[in-house]
């Protein structure tokens, strides 16, 4: 099983849709959690942090439930731009560091 | 504040030589992180260094791959002989602490092997 598992893409939306991503991790060490979005050929871009008590930045809804080890991301009114690659990503201390990304699922968002 | 800095862009090398690949973090932040990244593939961690010291190189393959941060200067992440296969993109990351602080990327760099 792979330490950080996303959701399989392509997701096709329409402009104004609302869209879900789900990411889990398996090693309960982990302790850091964010969402990146990449476009192609270019740096990945942080895109917010994660935390038990969820965070929103503008149409973007972030949640993590330890628990279920557990991470989603929410996107609001869904925007041309909003195309591109998203992230997950967990940082874990099990004796040392490591930061693993998911493989990544591809959002296309069409007019 | 200048972002995270990478050079060259772009590099291409012979089967043999060698590749030194350079990361300047953003101001402030004294955490480095290589990645690399093959095409249609997601990020692969390497190494994680702090100022002269590695923390975590779990992720860097044992033989002709080694990373640096000198107490001056960039960290340096040098692969020797290169082969095809080390073809990729190779991102850094830095960040102003440990574990649970965000990771900023500078813009990589394309290494090809030819």
């Known amino acids: 099983r792979k330490e950080v598992e996303q959701d399989p893409g392509p997701f096709n939306v329409p402009e104004g849709a609302t869209v879900a991503f789900n990411c889990t991790y398996s090693?309960?060490?982990?302790?850091?959690f964010f969402w990146y979005r990449q476009d192609c050929r270019k740096e990945p871009k942080l895109l917010m942090s994660?935390?038990?008590s969820g965070n929103e930045d503008g149409r973007f809804t972030a949640q993590l439930n330890r628990a279920s080890q557990y991470i989603s991301l929410l996107i609001r009114d869904s925007k041309l731009s909003d195309s591109a690659t998203y992230l997950c990503?967990?940082?874990?201390?099990?004796?040392?560091?490591?930061?693993?990304f998911g493989a990544g699922t591809r959002l296309f968002v069409k007019a | 504040n200048a972002g995270v800095m990478q050079n060259p862009r772009h590099l291409v090398r012979r089967r043999g030589q060698e590749a030194r690949l350079r990361c300047s973090p953003m101001?402030?932040?004294?955490?480095v992180y290589w990645y690399r990244q093959l095409p249609e593939e997601g990020l692969k961690f390497m190494v994680y260094?702090?100022?002269?010291?590695?923390?975590?190189e779990s992720g860097m393959p044992k033989e002709r791959f080694s990373a640096e941060f000198p107490k001056e200067g960039p960290s340096i992440l040098r692969i020797q002989q290169v082969v095809r296969g080390d073809s990729a993109a190779y991102f850094c990351?830095?960040?102003?602490?440990?574990?649970?602080?965000?990771?900023?990327f500078g813009p990589g760099t394309r290494l090809t092997v030819t």
């Open positions: 990351a830095s960040s102003p602490g440990y574990l649970s602080y965000e990771q900023y």
């Open positions: 090693n309960s060490a982990s302790q850091s």
């Open positions: 994660v935390y038990s």
């Open positions: 990503v967990v940082n874990m201390d099990t004796g040392g560091f490591k930061t693993i």
């Open positions: 101001k402030g932040h004294s955490h």
């Open positions: 260094l702090q100022k002269e010291n590695i923390i975590d």
